[in-house]
């Protein structure tokens, strides 16, 4: 008990550092989150901007938001990613370490001189910042985000609440994932109490552009069984994408599609760029997407993550069959072990 007062002390301590910051800073808030925003990383962002505007504080936004998410932001509430930073500026980078530039998008991270506020629930976190709330333990950033809105004393309203409830839908898988903790119920309440859309969140996240289904059917005739079907592989490229008249952004949501195949412990949608390659994986029960990840380079949670190769995908495919045949293999020793 003495272990857990501890940990809500030190993270009451870490809201209260990050909100007095955002509080306290007199110039522009930059606010940033990662490459190819979720809907935690946009809910995050439109969550804490709205309410540090209600302050009166200066907030630039520099995100592209992915079409499907695009029904959230008001017309010209979100900026164009930024060439140069702003004089006095204070950056809080939400839902993605604030140390690895090369995911942190919108701005330079490289260039910035000023302090940073890092707000994020990935295990992967180097927590280096002027002020942070790093918690793996929260299923979504958008609870922390909510955590901060308290702090900072902003007025509650739909407009603050709706993208907060996005980020804790999507991250959650609409409350399915094994990540869901009693708090994010009891915080998914508070947010309906504030007004946050629920419904209409759900009915938007559920509409799909023509060409989604017809690049999926492309998809799924990629598909592989391996390992007696624990691991299922999809491929997708930019020729699938020209014949179907469809995006990259149409791919995001597929993986998902994929570790709902009966017996799958991982499942991993493979973007082929040519000569880059990302891969988006999912696991259940003791195989963790994390793992995996980490060891092509990238991070995330035990159940979801992704990676980033720079090289073509025959060789990223040697490298992630051989990630993949180490992670089952401690998964099952681990079993065994029990």
Do not use: C
């Not at 930024?82 to 090369?102: C, F, G, I």
């Not at 793996?136 to 950033?141: E, K, L």
């Not at 699938?240 to 952004?249: I, N, V």
């Not at 994929?258 to 499942?267: F, H, N, P, S, V």
């Amino acid at each position: 008990m003495t272990g857990m007062n501890e940990a809500a002390a030190t993270y009451a301590r870490d809201v209260a550092a990050v909100a007095a910051k955002l509080a306290e800073h007199r110039g522009p808030i930059v606010v940033l989150s990662h490459e190819n925003p979720d809907g935690d990383a946009l809910g995050s962002v439109l969550g804490l901007t709205r309410a540090l505007r209600a302050l009166g504080k200066t907030v630039i936004t520099p995100m592209d938001v992915p079409r499907y998410l695009r029904f959230l932001a008001s017309p010209g509430e979100i900026n164009p990613p930024l060439s140069e930073w702003p004089e006095n500026a204070l950056a809080a980078v939400l839902d993605v370490d604030n140390n690895d530039p090369e995911r942190v998008a919108g701005a330079d991270l490289t260039t910035f001189t000023g302090e940073v506020v890092n707000v994020d629930h990935h295990g992967t976190n180097a927590r280096h910042a002027a002020a942070m709330v790093v918690d793996p333990g929260r299923p979504a950033t958008t609870m922390m985000i909510a955590d901060v809105v308290d702090a900072l004393g902003a007025p509650w309203s739909e407009p603050v609440a709706t993208p907060l409830m996005l980020g804790l839908i999507t991250d959650t898988g609409s409350f399915k994932f094994e990540s869901v903790t009693p708090e994010a119920f009891e915080a998914a309440a508070r947010l309906r109490a504030h007004g946050a859309r629920l419904g209409w969140i759900s009915d938007q996240l559920g509409q799909h552009p023509r060409s989604y289904y017809i690049l999926l059917r492309e998809v799924l005739s990629t598909m592989e069984f391996l390992h007696g079907g624990r691991v299922v592989f999809a491929h997708v490229d930019d020729a699938m994408l020209a014949r179907a008249g469809s995006t990259w952004e149409d791919v995001e949501s597929y993986v998902s599609l994929l570790r709902g195949a009966e017996g799958a412990e991982l499942a991993v949608m493979i973007k082929d760029f040519g000569e880059r390659v990302k891969l988006s994986l999912r696991s259940r029960g003791n195989v963790s997407a994390q793992n995996v990840a980490v060891t092509l380079g990238g991070g995330g949670h035990v159940p979801a993550a992704g990676a980033s190769l720079a090289l073509p995908y025959p060789q990223v495919r040697l490298l992630l069959e051989d990630a993949v045949n180490a992670e089952l293999a401690r998964a099952d020793a681990e079993l065994v072990e029990v």
